[in-house]
Each structure stands twice: as structure tokens, then as C-alpha cells.
């Protein structure tokens, strides 16, 4: 009797996790497919349950192994969510550490991130102007400028107005310093460096298919890697144009989502059509 009780116990567990990876399994699937058309709000939904159902969650797919927190990042990047997606991006890779789009969506959120910062932070000509002609000393003006930065360039017309506010050869030097510095750094190092990684690993994960059976059907055209040469030669520019290099790291990630059913769909027709010989 106690036999019995047992394997009705062991069958109802049974049927009840799988019919909740089913459940799980289409969650996934439809946010999936949200993400794909452009409804990142749906995809964000779905994504968030299955991550609250099953955090270890990793996408049936064996070619690029994604994590559920990938998914649930990129629903939260095209949300306008970069704080969100930032963790979600961190805890992806904690899962699979050689998730290339994790990586490179994790560097396209740190540059959105810390462009943002810079917009809202960076002193002004007019900040600078006002705090001097409201009798901040030069050099307190010049210790917060390389504190926050400043996002203008002294021209002549510049240097003219600040030294009328009050700027003396010492701050209007240090101005000077700070924004040469800008320049010739990349201000925004860590995400252009993830998304390097990121495209780096993408590329050579292609390369390695194209020596597999499967190969044949993956990026034929080589259309997905030529635009990621495009995206590493702009960051390895001394000023990389950071929009471009945005558009391009997205084109990748939403290209290669595309090509991992069209390689999947292809190699099912050919798997058919010599079935039929």
C-alpha cells in the first residue's frame, strides 16, 4: 500500500514538472517572438515569469547558449530600462559565462548608461560662467570640472566669455586639460570593451560552425560578419562614433536571433529533402 501511495506521488510530481516546463517552455517562446517583432513589453512580461519560475532557465538552442536573463536584459534594453537590464546582463553571464549576446548587450547598455550620465553631469559654459561670476574661486571650479567633466570646447569665443566671468589662466589651462583628456581617451572603455568581447565571440562562434555539419546554414552570406568587422573596426578608432557603433552591436544581436531560425529552418529542409533521395 505504501508502494502504491509512493508511485502515485512520484507520477503526480512527474506530470506536474512537465507540464510546468511546457508552461515555461511557451512563456519563452512567446516572448521571444514579441522580441523579435519589436513588442518589448510583451517580451518583457513573458520573460520576467519564466525568469520568476525557473531563474536557471537556458534557451533550447545549442549553436548560442542564451540564459533566460539575456532575454529578460534585452526586453529591458529596448524598454529604456538600462539599470534593469544591466543586472539582468550580469546575471547571465554568472550563468553562462561564454554568452557572447550577453556580453555584447551588456557593453551597448554601459555605453547608453554612461553617455547618459555624461549628458546629465558635464559642466556647461553657462555652469562654469555662472558659478564664476557668482564668485566661485577658479580653482574650485576647475577641482569640479575634472570631478564632472565639462562638455564644450574652448574656442576663443568660449575662452573669452569665461575669462569675462572671472577665469584666470590657471582654470582656463585646466579646462583645457580635462577635455583634451576626454578626447583622446575612450571615455566610455568598459562597454566598448564588452561589446569587442561580445562581437569577438559572436564572430568566432560562426567561424566554428562553418566548420560543422550544421555550418553550411549559418550567416551564408556572411552578411552578420561582415557587419561585426564594421563594428570592431569602429572601436578600435582613437574617437569611435559611439551612435554608429550603438547601430551597428543591435543590428548583430536582432540579426543573429533571426538567423538562428533561418539556420534551423534551412537545415530541417535539407535534412527532409535527402530523406526523400
Do not use: H
Not at 89 to 98: I, N, R
Not at 114 to 131: G, W
Request: proline content about 3%; charged content about 30%.
Amino acid at each position: 500500500m505504501i508502494k502504491k501511495c509512493l508511485m502515485r506521488w512520484l507520477t503526480l510530481l512527474l506530470v506536474i514538472t512537465g507540464c510546468a516546463g511546457v508552461e515555461v517552455g511557451g512563456d519563452f517562446s512567446s516572448g521571444r517572438r514579441a522580441l523579435m517583432t519589436g513588442d518589448a513589453a510583451t517580451a518583457l512580461s513573458y520573460f520576467a515569469r519564466v525568469a520568476q519560475r525557473d531563474p536557471n532557465y537556458v534557451a533550447p538552442f545549442s549553436s548560442f547558449r542564451e540564459s533566460i536573463w539575456t532575454y529578460l536584459g534585452r526586453a529591458q534594453y529596448q524598454s529604456g530600462k538600462l539599470a534593469e537590464a544591466k543586472s539582468s546582463f550580469e546575471k547571465a553571464l554568472s550563468q553562462v559565462p561564454g554568452d557572447s549576446v550577453a556580453k555584447l548587450y551588456l557593453g551597448l547598455t554601459n555605453v547608453r548608461l554612461q553617455s547618459s550620465q555624461k549628458a546629465t553631469n558635464s559642466f556647461t559654459l553657462q555652469d562654469i560662467s555662472f558659478a564664476l561670476r557668482e564668485k566661485v574661486e577658479p580653482k574650485r571650479v576647475a577641482d569640479l570640472a575634472r570631478q564632472r567633466g565639462v562638455d564644450f570646447d574652448l574656442t576663443t569665443e568660449s575662452e573669452s566669455q569665461l575669462r569675462k566671468a572671472g577665469a584666470d589662466d590657471f582654470l582656463v589651462d585646466q579646462i583645457k586639460k580635462i577635455r583634451a583628456e576626454t578626447k583622446g581617451k575612450n571615455q566610455l572603455g568598459d562597454g566598448g570593451k564588452e561589446i569587442a568581447a561580445g562581437l569577438t565571440g559572436i564572430r568566432d562562434q560562426l567561424d566554428y560552425l562553418s566548420n560543422t555539419r550544421s555550418g553550411l546554414f549559418w550567416d551564408p552570406k556572411k552578411e552578420i560578419r561582415a557587419q561585426i568587422q564594421t563594428g570592431l573596426g569602429l572601436l578600435s578608432a582613437p574617437q569611435p562614433d559611439w551612435p554608429k557603433v550603438l547601430s551597428t552591436g543591435e543590428w548583430v544581436g536582432e540579426k543573429l536571433e533571426e538567423e538562428i531560425d533561418l539556420a534551423r529552418r534551412d537545415e530541417s529542409q535539407e535534412f527532409r529533402r535527402q530523406e526523400q533521395r
